[in-house]
């Protein structure tokens, strides 16, 4: 009976400590890059980067093969933009509730596959980097500092 009682305490430790493991893990999935507007309104949609139409979207989206779609919340706008009309890969985490993918990879498809154009890793490092340098501009910092 103490034996029965202790498996289904640890069970529900598991259970408790495991189950939001499993609900952050990536997904891939495919879709669309489209304007927010064009989406909504069943505007014609922007062509591409060099539509000035891109201009009036409040956000970019993705939309997926059976017609929801997601905000990329984590993926700057300009990078968006670039692919907007094209077919793509995302692969991060997926809010279901809220619509919302945290992107970790964005792929778009190419000839033979799809290749990697945006990584959340490589952008936070190259943000980390901007950050650092705007503070040493900040303190007067200039290229000449660094002996070139």
Same mark, same amino acid.
């Given at each position: 009976?103490?034996?029965?009682?202790?498996?289904?305490?640890?069970?529900?430790?598991?259970?408790?400590?495991?189950?939001?493991?499993l609900s952050i893990a990536s997904e891939t999935i495919k879709g669309k890059i489209v304007g927010f507007n064009s989406l909504t309104d069943s505007v014609?949609?922007?062509?591409?980067?060099?539509?000035?139409?891109?201009?009036?979207?409040?956000?970019?989206?993705?939309?997926?093969?059976?017609?929801? &779609?997601?905000? =990329?919340?984590?993926?700057?706008?300009? @990078? #968006?933009?670039?692919?907007?009309?094209?077919? !793509?890969?995302?692969?991060?985490?997926?809010?279901?509730? &809220?619509?919302? =993918?945290?992107?970790?990879?964005?792929? @778009? #498809?190419?000839?033979?596959?799809?290749?990697? !154009?945006?990584?959340?890793?490589?952008?936070?490092?190259?943000?980390?980097?901007?950050?650092?340098?705007?503070?040493?501009?900040?303190?007067?910092?200039?290229?000449?500092?660094?002996?070139?």
């Amino acid at each position: 009976m103490k034996l029965k009682k202790l498996i289904n305490i640890l069970a529900i430790i598991c259970i408790t400590i495991f189950m939001p493991m499993l609900s952050i893990a990536s997904e891939t999935i495919k879709g669309k890059i489209v304007g927010f507007n064009s989406l909504t309104d069943s505007v014609k949609a922007p062509a591409g980067i060099g539509d000035s139409k891109n201009d009036l979207e409040p956000d970019i989206v993705f939309l997926i093969t059976d017609n929801s &779609h997601y905000l =990329i919340s984590n993926m700057p706008s300009e @990078v #968006k933009k670039i692919y907007i009309s094209k077919s !793509v890969k995302i692969i991060g985490n997926i809010n279901d509730k &809220h619509h919302f =993918i945290e992107a970790e990879e964005l792929k @778009v #498809k190419g000839r033979a596959r799809f290749n990697t !154009v945006w990584e959340d890793k490589e952008y936070k490092q190259q943000q980390k980097w901007v950050k650092w340098r705007d503070e040493q501009f900040r303190r007067g910092w200039t290229p000449d500092d660094a002996g070139g």
